[in-house]
């Protein structure tokens, strides 16, 4: 369901019966808002800390005007919204009230409000009860707003199985975030899902891979404005992997352009004005213990995301990671993976989390191709999407001609992509827990501990059931 339109006007005053009024919050607030928040413990922490990671606590008057200054960003971009509930001479924040997008089927925004413990139970707070669905009923340009309850912890409340990260069919989409370096595979990845109603895209981070980060988000964005979703947030991540330079990329195998020199119109949405790592670590903690997390590129920006959060492992207890080579040689060296061995260093970080990882690496994604049949289909589609990752493929079919011999692709990403999602099944797998080598020769090598090992965690794909490949080109075809 859509957010806002794009020709809407947020309200910049709103005044209560109270003689106090609302105004979206700035930066310049932090001596107003530092104390509000400091001032207001336990009950604060207790809706909202838990789920966010949020220390008001021991915030300083740094971290507050960090987080003043994001809230500015995302208003002015519309991504979301905090309005500061001000008496009228602005001597003191009051409370807060937050309109954020949904990313449930059925419900296109979440509002939330607080006050300062000192008018909780007071005729100011009743009367903003009051106030705050009336406003939006008669302001904002919502269908299905749905009124977060404040008696119960936020995390409790995100828990609650009618708003659980439940499998397709049981309530709505799985929120889900993709990290990608966006090249041809990544872009046939990025069209399955956003033709899959068993997930929500709900935000993209770019890194170095295929292509350099900054070209991978226009990329992304140009293909989500083809798509006609051009309301999913793209941030520009990592552009070089940890304790290295970024070396050019793969152009004789995505192109120069990393989409086969296709030249696709570029979206007229800005890119997330957060980094990579941390429009991963805020939508983890919009999502607490729900979000689905692919990666398809380097782990350069989940690394990140692990090290500026950590308990990132809790939020997003699931990761799908296309990378590695456990049972096979590698396609950048005998022994690694192009994802994994473009930054060995964070691959290990990620694989030595504490979360569950579904490992979809050369093992099994060259067992599968998608051939010329296949690709004249997407090519000849009505759909402008799927046309246009007709056109890619033919600069990824004639490198793997070259290397090959054969005029058909293996399929990385959109397997990983599929097997995230659940429109592949895995029919067999090795339980096991991988760790990376990060020196010498075998530099990127993903090695796997005794099969069915005691609380091994990782999932490593050795093949797959049925047709994954003519599935994943139905559904786009299909959008």
């Known amino acids: 369901m859509a957010w806002l339109p794009d020709d809407f006007v947020h309200p910049e005053r709103v005044d209560l019966p109270t003689g106090h009024h609302l105004r979206p919050i700035r930066a310049s607030d932090v001596d107003l808002d530092l104390p509000a928040v400091l001032g207001s413990q336990p009950r604060l922490f207790s809706i909202y800390g838990p789920a966010w990671g949020w220390p008001p606590a021991t915030m300083t008057r740094e971290q507050d005007e960090e987080d003043l200054r994001h809230h500015e960003e995302e208003i002015a971009a519309h991504l979301s919204f905090n309005y500061a509930l001000f008496d009228e001479g602005e001597t003191a924040l009051l409370g807060c009230v937050y309109l954020d997008p949904s990313r449930k089927a059925a419900v296109d925004a979440e509002i939330s409000w607080w006050v300062v413990d000192a008018l909780v139970g007071t005729d100011v707070e009743a009367a903003l009860d009051e106030f705050v669905p009336a406003w939006v009923a008669r302001d904002w340009p919502f269908r299905a707003p749905v009124f977060v309850p404040r008696d119960i912890p936020w995390a409790d409340w995100a828990a609650q199985p009618d708003r659980a990260a439940e499998p397709a069919g049981v309530d709505g989409p799985v929120p889900l975030f993709l990290d990608c370096d966006t ?12 033709a899959s109603p068993e997930v929500e895209l709900v935000g993209v981070s770019t890194v170095s891979g295929n292509t350099d980060a900054r070209q991978a988000a226009r990329n992304t964005l140009a293909l989500l404005a083809l798509a006609g979703r051009p309301d999913v947030p793209v941030a520009v991540g990592a552009e070089h992997p940890q304790g290295g330079r970024f070396d050019g990329g793969a152009p004789q195998v995505h192109g120069r352009n990393g989409i086969g020199e296709v030249q696709l119109t570029d979206s007229t949405a800005p890119v997330h004005p957060a980094t990579g790592p941390e429009l991963l670590v805020d939508q983890a903690r919009r999502h607490p213990g729900r979000l689905h997390l692919l990666a398809i590129g380097p782990l350069t920006n989940v690394a990140a995301a692990l090290r500026a959060e950590p308990e990132l492992a809790r939020l997003v207890p699931r990761i799908t990671i296309m990378g590695g080579a456990v049972t096979v040689g590698g396609n950048i060296t005998p022994y690694a993976e192009a994802n994994i061995g473009n930054d060995a260093a964070a691959a290990a970080e990620v694989f030595a989390a504490d ?3 579904t490992v979809v690496g050369l093992d099994v994604t060259m067992t599968q191709h998608l051939e010329e049949e296949t690709r004249q289909r997407l090519l000849t589609a009505d759909r402008p999407v799927a046309a246009a990752l007709g056109r ?20 990385h990403d959109p397997l990983a992509a599929a097997l995230a999602v659940g429109g592949a099944d895995a029919d067999r797998v090795l339980t096991t827990q991988v760790t990376v080598v990060t020196e010498g020769e075998e530099r990127g090598r993903t090695v796997a501990a005794t099969d069915g090992e005691p609380g091994a965690r990782h999932t490593v794909v050795l093949s797959v059931a049925g047709d994954p490949v003519g599935h994943i080109v139905d559904r786009i075809l299909a959008g």
């Open 183 to 194: 090249g041809i595979d990544d872009s046939v990845a990025i069209a399955y899902l956003l």
């Open 355 to 357: 979360w569950d990882i």
């Open 392 to 411: 890619m493929l033919e600069c990824y079919f004639g490198f793997y001609r070259e290397t090959t011999g054969t005029w058909r692709t293996p399929v």
